[in-house]
């Protein structure tokens, strides 16, 4: 198994979790230059009654207050699904070197559709992005979420 | 002096606040359906090492704390900067009813220019938008700031 997935599987293992506190089941992980994981989340918008509580702000935040820096050049993120354009820029503002994402989000994407955010001259710093790894488990994870909802 | 001017007011004075800080200089203002201002704030993305601590950032999660949830129909916001796209996606996904906005930030701006968040279908919500207002004060007190960094 390649650290890729490796980080990915973590993330997969925040959105289930997230999805048994009745949250949308997305989760993320941010992994610093050294190869080492500084924070883990899943989403936390109706716990916190936080709509900017997703599980890329909450690790961008955690691991921006753990480096004493509001910026983070060659931190390398893992989310299970698209950023939405909120996350995208906070992505861009905090620096992160590279965005791997698992499923597509058509709905809420803000990364390869919509908005596109990365793809404009009002955005300073462009990470690279990745996507893909884990789609499968994480469309399964968010499927299996709405579908019992219904 | 309208109210509309009267809330732009408090933000430019926040904005001004944030300048002495060493802050980029923007303010934000929260109003409630009943007309009260429940959340003031200007740029704090330094003073916390956090790049997601917008002016509008900042007083979305304390109107959301105040309020027990995380949307906030019928509430307004002013800001003296149009907002980036981040904040722009915050807005919506707060359910937020109206943004003023005072100057336009063809550098960084998310509204009316680059990724103009509102205008894409995965924007789930639309605010109505204002621009204009307080608009001089507030580009003057950014070239200020500006100029004396230089």
Do not use: W
Not at 39 to 63: K, S, Y
Not at 68 to 77: I, Q, T
């Amino acid at each position: 198994m390649t650290r890729f997935k490796s980080h990915m599987d973590t993330a997969l293992a925040e959105a289930s979790a997230a999805a048994t506190r009745g949250e949308v089941p997305v989760g993320a992980v941010l992994v610093a230059p050294d190869g080492h994981v500084v924070a883990q989340a899943g989403n936390r918008t109706r716990e916190l009654n936080d709509p900017t509580a997703h599980a890329e702000i909450l690790v961008i935040r955690e691991g921006c207050t753990r480096a004493g820096s509001e910026r983070l050049p060659g931190y390398d993120l893992y989310v299970t699904l698209e950023p939405c354009p909120m996350c995208a820029t906070a992505i861009s503002a905090a620096r992160i070197r590279r965005v791997y994402y698992a499923a597509a989000d058509p709905k809420s994407g803000g990364v390869a559709q919509g908005p596109r955010i990365f793809s404009h001259p009002q955005c300073h710093h462009v990470p690279e992005v990745y996507d893909g790894i884990g789609a499968g488990e994480a469309e399964q994870i968010l499927r299996d979420f709405f579908a019992a909802r219904r």
